[in-house]
């Protein structure tokens, strides 16, 4: 707030009615609150909550809306863009050419950190330990996340951890992951679990879903 004192001329500076209406008009239109506000709940995208984020997540390119298909099991086969919903057969349905989706809002908590995620990603290098960090910001604490480069134009995210249906639509749909231009790449999570047949258990899998256990050597 300005000192109003210094702006009003000396005929007027001891008349108290006019001096108090200066004073009070200073205050009224003081703009430090909007402008602290601003900046807390817009400018700052640490503290940006609401359409401040709404605001950032269309600078750096990425919405708050994602399209998250049915929880209902969908049949599907081991292949590199196998999806961390899919089942062998008798267990997951055929999917539907329009198979139904439906519109997830981040919270505001997942989508700063999806913001963050894509503002790197808008300016990293798409090397292997650049891309490793990425993915250690995305998930902090979850378990081990990593690229794979596989050749003939052809890389891998990868996941030692579960990822949620939610999670899984960001890694595909938001389009936070860079990769190098013209390089084919897949999210690949790694499921836990050991193969073995019906009877044993409901923790072994079968073919291609689970890996042999090994003896101790």
């Avoid at 999917?95 to 990293?124: C, G, M, Q």
Wanted: hydrophobic letters at 45%; proline letters at 6%; charged letters at 15%.
């Amino acid at each position: 707030m300005i000192d109003v004192e210094r702006t009003i001329i000396s005929q007027y500076a001891n008349s108290p009615t006019l001096v108090q209406l200066i004073q009070n008009m200073n205050e009224y239109i003081d703009p430090r609150a909007n402008i602290e506000a601003f900046f807390n709940f817009v400018w700052n995208v640490d503290t940006a909550v609401g359409f401040g984020l709404d605001i950032w997540g269309r600078i750096v390119g990425v919405s708050r809306l994602l399209q998250i298909p049915g929880a209902d099991p969908i049949v599907g086969f081991d292949n590199a863009s196998f999806p961390d919903d899919w089942f062998p057969m008798s267990q997951g349905r055929f999917a539907l050419e329009n198979e139904v989706t439906t519109a997830y809002e981040l919270p505001d908590d997942a989508y700063r950190v999806l913001i963050l995620t894509k503002a790197l990603a808008n300016i990293v290098s798409t090397t292997s330990p650049a891309l490793n960090q990425l993915l250690k910001n995305m998930f902090p604490g979850r378990g081990r996340a990593y690229v794979r480069d596989l050749g003939n134009m052809a890389m891998q995210f990868v996941f030692n951890f579960q990822l949620t249906t939610v999670e899984y639509a960001i890694l595909t749909q938001s389009g936070a992951l860079p990769h190098p231009a013209g390089v084919f790449y897949s999210v690949i999570v790694v499921r836990s679990g050991l193969f073995g047949f019906q009877g044993q258990g409901s923790t072994v899998r079968p073919f291609n879903f689970g890996v042999f256990n090994s003896r101790p050597q």
